[in-house]
C-alpha cells in the first residue's frame, strides 16, 4: 500500500509563518522587571487626624435648606427664566450668616443649549495662610426632573451652605477663631453639564495655584453608599493623602459603608480620562480633589431624583464627614502641589502610575519587535513595499477626508459643538443624532469612498508577497499608532495591546479558513471596544454610546491628536481586515490603473447632458422670438 507524503511544517521565515515567533517569545522576558518593580512600588500614606471639636453641622437645617431649593427652583438649568433669582438665592444664603459673597460671571456654548450666562458665587474665609481648602458644589441641574432635583444637587448645595455656617459672622455672636488656612465656599454654575463652572474656576481664579485641597459635594443624600470620586480629565490622581484622610473619616462615620472604584476601573480612568463631576478638572490640574457623592458614575436620573428616594442619614453622614475632612485638612498644613502622578488605590494601600505605565510600555516590546523583524524580512526578500504602503496612504486619505468633513460640519454648526467638557448624559445633544445633516454626512462619506475604492479594487489575485506586503505596511502603521498614543497618554496603550499582540499573527493564518482570520480581527478589536462598552455600562448609554463619543469628539474634548491617531488606526484595521476576507490589491501600477478618475467620469457624463440642456434652451429661445 502506498503511503501518502507527510505534510511538512512550513519553515520560519517563510512565507507562510513569516512572523518569527522566537523573537516574540523571548521579549515577553523583559516584562518581569516592570512587574518585579511595580510589585515593591505598593505604598501606604498615613492618613491625617482630624482634631477634636464641637461640631455644628445641623442635619435637620440642611434637608430643610435642601427642600427648600428643590421645591423654589425645580428648573435650576443654565438660561432658565429662575436662574437669576435663584443666583440671588444662593448670595442671600450667604448673607444671612454675615459672609460676603462674590459673583464670578462668564459664558459658555452648552451643547443643546447653546450660549448661556452662568456665574459662580463664593465666599472667602480668609486664614493665616493664604493656602486655599475649598468646598464646592454645584446649585444647577438638568431641568427635567418632576421633583426638582433634591438630589442632584440641592443636597450638596444645602451641605456646602450649613458648613459655611461654622464661620458664620454675625453680630451678636462669638466670632469663630481664625482658621490655619483660607476656607472658600463655592456655588458653581453648569456643573450638571459638565462641570462647566467649576472648570472655569479652576483655569481663571486667581487663588488657583494656592489651592491645597478641594472637597466637592454632589448627589449626598441618595439612597446609594456613600463613595468617593477620583478621576480627572487627565490621566492623574489626587494626592494620597487626601484620599486616605477622606475614605478614613467618612469610613468612621456610624453606618457608613464607603466605595470607591476597583483596580480595574481606576485603570480604565486614567487610560480614558472621563468624570461627569466637578473634581475631574482640578485633579487635571494637579489640584487635589475628591467628590463625595452617593451616586454612580452617572449623577442621579431626573425621572428619579425625588424625595422619596432621599436619605437624610446618608446627607447627615458626608456633612459630618465634610466637616472633620475640613479640620483634619486645615490643620495638617497641607501645601499645594502641582500633582501630575497617577496612583491605583486598594484599599489602604496604593500602587503608583509610573510603576503601571512601565509594565504598559514595556508589554509594547513584543509585537513591536515582531513587526519591525517582519519589515526586515519583507526588504530582505526584496518584496517591494511601495505600492502596499500607497493602498495603505489611500485608505488613511479616505478616512481623513471623513475627520475633516466632520470637522466642517462641527464648524458650520450641522453638528452640536460646545465648550469642551463630558456632556450630559440627560440632554438631547449627547443621545440624539441630527438626522439630516448625519444623512447629508453620510451621501458625501460615500461620494468620498467612491472615489478612493477606484485604486482598491482587487484586479486580480494578490500574490502571497503582495499580500505579505500588505501585512507589514498596515502593521507598521499600528505599531506608529501605539507609539503616538503612548506619547499622548501611556495609560492608554491599554487598549492597543489586544490588536497589536492578536493581529501580528494575522500573516500566518492566510492558508487557515477565513473565519479564523475574522475571529483574531474581533479578539483585536475588543481593546478599542472596551472604551465604549465600558461608557456604555457607567454611564447607561446602550448603543447611544457612539453617538455620545462622537459628540466628545464635537465638542474638542477628545482633542485632534487623539482623533488623527484613531484615523492611522482605521485605516490600518481596514486594510487588515480587506487582508483577511481576500479583498486586497496593492496599489495598481500605471498600466493597471483606470484611464480616468471617478470624477473625471462623472464629469464626462455631465458634460453632453449640459450640451444638450444648452442646445433644449437655445431653441426654446429661437421659438419665442419667432
Known amino acids: 500500500m502506498r503511503r501518502k507524503p507527510l505534510r511538512t511544517k512550513p519553515r520560519p521565515g517563510s512565507l507562510e509563518r513569516p512572523v518569527n515567533a522566537r523573537i516574540y517569545r523571548g521579549s515577553w522576558i523583559v516584562i518581569a522587571i516592570p512587574l518585579l518593580i511595580a510589585a515593591f512600588s505598593v505604598a501606604r500614606e498615613q492618613p491625617l487626624v482630624a482634631p477634636v471639636f464641637r461640631s455644628v453641622f445641623g442635619e435637620a437645617d440642611a434637608q430643610a435648606t435642601m427642600y427648600e431649593l428643590a421645591n423654589t427652583y425645580p428648573d435650576r438649568s443654565p438660561g432658565a427664566a429662575s436662574s437669576a433669582n435663584l443666583l440671588v438665592w444662593v448670595e442671600g444664603k450667604f448673607t444671612n450668616l454675615g459672609l460676603t459673597p462674590k459673583v464670578d460671571p462668564f459664558s459658555a456654548d452648552i451643547p443643546g443649549l447653546g450660549k448661556q450666562s452662568l456665574a459662580n458665587v463664593s465666599v472667602t474665609i480668609r486664614g493665616r495662610s493664604p493656602t486655599s481648602i475649598v468646598i464646592l458644589a454645584h446649585?444647577?441641574?438638568?431641568?427635567?426632573?418632576?421633583?426638582?432635583?433634591?438630589?442632584?444637587?440641592?443636597?450638596?448645595?444645602?451641605?456646602?451652605?450649613?458648613?459655611?455656617?461654622?464661620?458664620?459672622?454675625?453680630?451678636?455672636?462669638?466670632?469663630?477663631?481664625?482658621?490655619?488656612?483660607?476656607?472658600?465656599?463655592?456655588?458653581?454654575?453648569?456643573?450638571?453639564?459638565?462641570?462647566?463652572?467649576?472648570?472655569?474656576?479652576?483655569?481663571?481664579?486667581?487663588?488657583?495655584?494656592?489651592?491645597?485641597?478641594?472637597?466637592v459635594l454632589d448627589a449626598i443624600a441618595g439612597r446609594g453608599p456613600p463613595r468617593i470620586l477620583l478621576n480627572g480629565d487627565a490621566p492623574r490622581s489626587p494626592s494620597p493623602v487626601l484620599v486616605a484622610t477622606a475614605f478614613q473619616l467618612l469610613s468612621e462615620q456610624p453606618g457608613a459603608e464607603v466605595t470607591h472604584a476597583g483596580f480595574v476601573d481606576q485603570l480604565l480612568d486614567l487610560a480614558f480620562p472621563f468624570s461627569l463631576y466637578e473634581q475631574a478638572p482640578f485633579v487635571a490640574r494637579g489640584i487635589p480633589a475628591v467628590t463625595f457623592t452617593t451616586s454612580s458614575d452617572?449623577?442621579?436620573?431626573?425621572?428619579?431624583?425625588?424625595?422619596?428616594?432621599?436619605?437624610?442619614?446618608?446627607?447627615?453622614?458626608?456633612?459630618?464627614?465634610?466637616?472633620?475632612?475640613?479640620?483634619?485638612?486645615?490643620?495638617?498644613?497641607?501645601?499645594?502641589?502641582?500633582?501630575?502622578?497617577?496612583?491605583?488605590?486598594?484599599?489602604?494601600?496604593?500602587?503608583?502610575g509610573w510603576a503601571l505605565q512601565l509594565i504598559l510600555i514595556t508589554a509594547l516590546l513584543p509585537p513591536l519587535v515582531a513587526i519591525v523583524d517582519l519589515f526586515a524580512r519583507c526588504r530582505r526578500r526584496q518584496i517591494p513595499l511601495e505600492p502596499s504602503l500607497r493602498s495603505l496612504g489611500r485608505r488613511v486619505g479616505f478616512w481623513l477626508s471623513l475627520l475633516s468633513l466632520f470637522l466642517l460640519f462641527v464648524f458650520f454648526g450641522f453638528f452640536h459643538g460646545g465648550v469642551a467638557r463630558p456632556l450630559s448624559p440627560d440632554i438631547s445633544a449627547s443621545v440624539s443624532p441630527p438626522l439630516g445633516a448625519l444623512v447629508f454626512f453620510s451621501l458625501l462619506g460615500f461620494g468620498a469612498w467612491l472615489i478612493a475604492r477606484e485604486r482598491l479594487l482587487p484586479r486580480h489575485q494578490a500574490s502571497a508577497e503582495g499580500e505579505l506586503a500588505g501585512y507589514a505596511a498596515a502593521l507598521l502603521l499600528l505599531l506608529v499608532a501605539a507609539l503616538a498614543v503612548a506619547?499622548?497618554?501611556?495609560?492608554?496603550?491599554?487598549?492597543?495591546?489586544?490588536?497589536?499582540?492578536?493581529?501580528?499573527?494575522?500573516?500566518?493564518?492566510?492558508?487557515?479558513?477565513?473565519?479564523?482570520?475574522?475571529?483574531?480581527?474581533?479578539?483585536?478589536?475588543?481593546?478599542?471596544?472596551?472604551?465604549?462598552?465600558?461608557?456604555?455600562?457607567?454611564?447607561?448609554?446602550?448603543?447611544?454610546?457612539?453617538?455620545?463619543?462622537?459628540?466628545?469628539?464635537?465638542?474638542?474634548?477628545?482633542?485632534?491628536?487623539?482623533?488623527?491617531?484613531?484615523?492611522?488606526?482605521?485605516?490600518?484595521?481596514?486594510?487588515?481586515?480587506?487582508?483577511?476576507?481576500?479583498?486586497?490589491a496593492p496599489y495598481p501600477a500605471v498600466g493597471e490603473r483606470p484611464d480616468a478618475t471617478l470624477p473625471q467620469l462623472a464629469l464626462r457624463r455631465v458634460a453632453p447632458l449640459s450640451r444638450k440642456w444648452d442646445g433644449f434652451r437655445a431653441t426654446r429661445r429661437s421659438r419665442r422670438l419667432t
Open 139 to 215: 446649585r444647577d441641574n438638568s431641568g427635567h426632573g418632576p421633583g426638582g432635583g433634591p438630589d442632584d444637587n440641592a443636597s450638596g448645595t444645602a451641605a456646602m451652605l450649613e458648613l459655611a455656617r461654622a464661620y458664620q459672622n454675625n453680630s451678636g455672636l462669638v466670632k469663630p477663631p481664625q482658621p490655619a488656612h483660607t476656607i472658600v465656599f463655592l456655588s458653581t454654575d453648569g456643573g450638571a453639564f459638565g462641570a462647566i463652572g467649576a472648570d472655569h474656576f479652576a483655569r481663571h481664579s486667581a487663588s488657583r495655584s494656592h489651592i491645597a485641597a478641594v472637597i
Open 298 to 352: 452617572r449623577p442621579p436620573l431626573p425621572l428619579t431624583d425625588t424625595s422619596a428616594n432621599i436619605s437624610g442619614e446618608h446627607l447627615s453622614v458626608i456633612g459630618h464627614a465634610t466637616e472633620q475632612l475640613i479640620a483634619a485638612l486645615d490643620q495638617g498644613a497641607p501645601e499645594p502641589q502641582s500633582n501630575s502622578a497617577g496612583y491605583i488605590y486598594l484599599g489602604g494601600r496604593f500602587v503608583h
Open 487 to 584: 506619547a499622548l497618554n501611556r495609560y492608554m496603550v491599554l487598549f492597543l495591546l489586544p490588536p497589536l499582540h492578536a493581529w501580528i499573527w494575522l500573516p500566518q493564518l492566510r492558508d487557515w479558513r477565513p473565519w479564523a482570520s475574522l475571529g483574531v480581527m474581533l479578539i483585536g478589536l475588543l481593546g478599542p471596544l472596551l472604551v465604549f462598552f465600558e461608557l456604555a455600562s457607567r454611564l447607561h448609554l446602550g448603543l447611544n454610546v457612539f453617538w455620545y463619543v462622537t459628540e466628545l469628539g464635537a465638542v474638542g474634548y477628545l482633542g485632534l491628536p487623539l482623533l488623527l491617531v484613531a484615523v492611522a488606526f482605521t485605516a490600518a484595521s481596514a486594510q487588515l481586515a480587506a487582508l483577511s476576507v481576500r479583498r486586497y
